[in-house]
């Protein structure tokens, strides 16, 4: 038990620190796109930026709001930062790894969850912007949730199992995700709106909602979300790796799903919200219960012959 936490200890500190340098990674992929300048050349390469970023937010005063609901608005920059590490429990570590016999209900039972994080900001912070965004974030993840655990459902269905170390060994010999390559699109694009990332940054719609639900937030709170998020950003490139790639150089896999979640962001606009819930609930929904139905007929001939 003591090695396991250990074990679980020296992953969270990995993530925090890729959450560090992968803001750093970010900001120099979308100068290079942009072609322009930025923090990502101060100091040596940039490499002091994120320690500068974190000094400035983790010192700066927090201003006393009048309306706002304290407690649930402090409470909840730290459950969304829970909700990210806590599913870290996961990682198919070849270490003092807790094998966890229903790991992939575990993963959508705290994924569905952390949407509360943003909806109880929203809400505590007594502001329109801040709400709005809250309400958007909601509306969003019932569209999308319902195609990524029928996407999940027949991954499961495949490798008969909700252990993520039997679905990893499951692709020795082949990864699902060659094979299954269009529910692969429609995971990653699922992924990209359950990070809030564009083209699916509703929550935070700069141009329409004034940074969205965390308007009101400074410093530590503002931190912690950030930090959150981009957390998520790293654990759903691990999840894809896992799901659809196998065992083979999970941490090299990960680094290639997190790079091409930041290439994403500086190649498209945001989206309209209304063509977000045309695209979950018209097309990919469709998809999702199409190869359920086909990966369905398949076990059954299977069994049968």
Do not use: H
């Amino acid at each position: 038990m003591f090695f396991w936490f250990l074990s679980y200890l020296l992953i969270l500190i990995m993530v925090l620190v890729s959450v560090a340098f992968i803001t750093l990674l970010e900001r120099k992929m979308l100068g290079y796109i942009q072609i322009r300048k930025g923090p990502n050349k101060v100091g040596v390469l940039g490499l002091f930026q994120p320690f500068s970023d974190a000094i400035k937010l983790f010192i700066k005063e927090l201003s006393s709001l009048e309306t706002y609901n304290l407690y649930p608005f402090l409470f909840s920059p730290i459950f969304g930062l829970s909700m990210a590490l806590i599913l870290w429990m996961l990682y198919p570590s070849l270490y003092y790894f807790i094998d966890m016999k229903w790991g992939v209900l575990f993963f959508l039972s705290c994924s569905s969850v952390s949407v509360y994080s943003i909806l109880v900001a929203g809400w505590s912070s007594n502001s329109k912007y801040a709400i709005l965004g809250a309400y958007r974030g909601v509306a969003q993840t019932i569209s999308y949730e319902v195609s990524f655990a029928l996407i999940l459902f027949s991954l499961l269905m495949i490798t008969s199992s909700f252990n993520l170390k039997e679905i990893n060994n499951y692709q020795l010999l082949g990864s699902i995700g060659i094979f299954m390559f269009p529910l692969l699109m429609v995971w990653f694009s699922s992924c990209l709106a359950e990070t809030n990332r564009t083209p699916f940054d509703f929550t935070e719609g700069e141009s329409e909602l004034v940074s969205g639900f965390n308007v009101e937030y400074m410093g530590v709170g503002f931190a912690l979300i950030f930090m959150a998020e981009y957390a998520n950003i790293i654990l759903m490139s691990m999840m894809t790796a896992v799901l659809f790639f196998g065992p083979f150089f999970i941490s090299l896999k990960v680094m290639m799903f997190s790079i091409l979640f930041l290439w994403v962001r500086g190649s498209y606009p945001r989206f309209r919200y209304d063509k977000l819930m045309n695209l979950a609930w018209k097309m990919y929904l469709p998809l999702a219960l199409n190869y359920v139905m086909i990966v369905l007929s398949m076990k059954t001939i299977f069994i049968l012959y």
